[in-house]
């Protein structure tokens, strides 16, 4: 009896680089957005016509975007992004796609709160006095004993809570629908308008879905208290930015962005120079915890691909 041929996966990563992967099982080949198996250039047509699974390479959605419709019998998309925004309106209909939940949970959660912690204690004007050898001494806001609204309670949301519970803090959560979770209740969207004149501090960690494009609007903002400081590491369209910005400009709320819309944020944007913002230019997950959790992530993904089995993390 002649067996099957392994099926044919397409990651960035060789099987060197992925622990635990099965010895055989699988034909893998690599494609990082720039090189095939380590030559320039995209995957040869007779390549795209037998891959079964293609692991998207990371920062680099829109590499593969062109080759979907190439591959005629492709079974899975796995991702190395949280949010699958950019890829799932291309997928086919019947292909399997999953995110990369849990890999970037470490560091967006520690930019979450070191955002949080630098515009409370406005780091960045002591930046500019060094730079000015100026001496700002002064008065300025904890995190401590504030009330912080954590709006999207998935794996990363309660990564920042996690983090944030040392400070000092009380927690409140939110996500698409009421429920009861380990740390306590977890409220609906649609009792935000009670939730947000409480909040000191209202950090956004939502995908950005048809529900939540706009989410943050003149409304939403115009329900915050006095002060508070809104936290953005979720996608830049969750917020209306020119109701922003006019936000901003009265100097009554202040934010903390690592996303923003559009993005990259152009020269000469508005939101570059409003009062009391502070801007990182989208790197949530870009740190040195992401490598090894990806890679972890994708050769369970692919054991399970060779096995048959079920992949976790199924989105759509």
């Known amino acids: 009896m002649i067996a099957a041929p392994a099926p044919v996966v397409l990651t960035p990563y060789s099987a060197e680089q992925l622990p635990g992967l099965p010895a055989d099982g699988l034909?893998?080949?690599?494609?990082?957005?720039?090189?095939?198996?380590?030559?320039?250039?995209?995957?040869?047509?007779?390549?795209?016509?037998?891959?079964?699974?293609?692991?998207?390479?990371?920062?680099?959605?829109?590499?593969?975007?062109?080759?979907?419709?190439?591959?005629?019998?492709?079974?899975?998309?796995?991702?190395?992004?949280?949010?699958?925004?950019?890829?799932?309106?291309?997928?086919?209909?019947?292909?399997?796609?999953?995110?990369?939940?849990g890999v970037h949970d470490a560091s967006t959660a520690e930019l979450a709160l070191a955002l949080t912690l630098a515009a409370l204690r406005d780091l960045p004007a002591f930046v500019r006095g060094q730079d000015a050898e100026d001496w700002r001494a002064g008065f300025y806001p904890a995190l401590a004993d504030k009330n912080v609204l954590i709006v999207g309670y998935g794996s990363v949301g309660a990564a920042i809570e996690a983090r944030l519970l040392p400070f000092e803090v009380t927690v409140e959560r939110v996500a698409r629908t009421a429920r009861t979770g380990p740390s306590g209740p977890v409220h609906a969207l649609a009792d935000l308008p009670a939730l947000l004149p409480r909040a000191d501090v209202v950090i956004l960690v939502v995908p950005l879905t048809e529900?939540?494009?706009?989410?943050?609007?003149?409304?939403?903002?115009?329900?915050?208290?006095?002060?508070?400081?809104?936290?953005?590491?979720?996608?830049?369209?969750?917020?209306?930015?020119?109701?922003?910005?006019?936000?901003?400009?009265?100097?009554?709320?202040?934010?903390?962005?690592?996303?923003?819309?559009?993005?990259?944020?152009?020269?000469?944007?508005?939101?570059?120079?409003?009062?009391?913002?502070?801007?990182?230019?989208?790197?949530?997950?870009?740190?040195?915890?992401?490598?090894?959790?990806?890679?972890?992530?994708?050769?369970?993904?692919?054991?399970?691909?060779?096995?048959?089995e079920p992949l976790a993390h199924v989105v759509n």
Do not use: C
């Not at 591959?71 to 995110?99: C, E, F, K, W, Y």
């Not at 989208?282 to 992401?290: C, D, E, I, Q, T």
């Open 27 to 101: 034909e893998l080949h690599t494609f990082d957005g720039e090189r095939t198996d380590g030559r320039p250039g995209p995957p040869p047509a007779e390549l795209l016509a037998r891959v079964e699974l293609l692991v998207t390479p990371y920062l680099k959605t829109g590499t593969v975007l062109p080759l979907l419709d190439r591959m005629p019998r492709l079974r899975a998309v796995q991702t190395q992004t949280a949010g699958v925004d950019d890829i799932a309106p291309h997928v086919p209909v019947g292909v399997t796609l999953s995110n990369a939940r």
């Open 211 to 308: 529900q939540t494009r706009g989410l943050v609007d003149a409304g939403f903002l115009a329900a915050m208290k006095d002060g508070a400081l809104l936290v953005n590491v979720a996608r830049g369209p969750v917020v209306r930015t020119e109701a922003l910005v006019a936000e901003l400009t009265t100097g009554r709320l202040r934010a903390a962005l690592d996303v923003t819309d559009p993005e990259p944020l152009p020269a000469g944007h508005p939101l570059w120079h409003a009062p009391g913002v502070l801007i990182t230019p989208h790197v949530g997950g870009s740190s040195s915890a992401f490598l090894p959790r990806a890679q972890r992530l994708v050769a369970e993904q692919l054991a399970r691909f060779a096995k048959g």
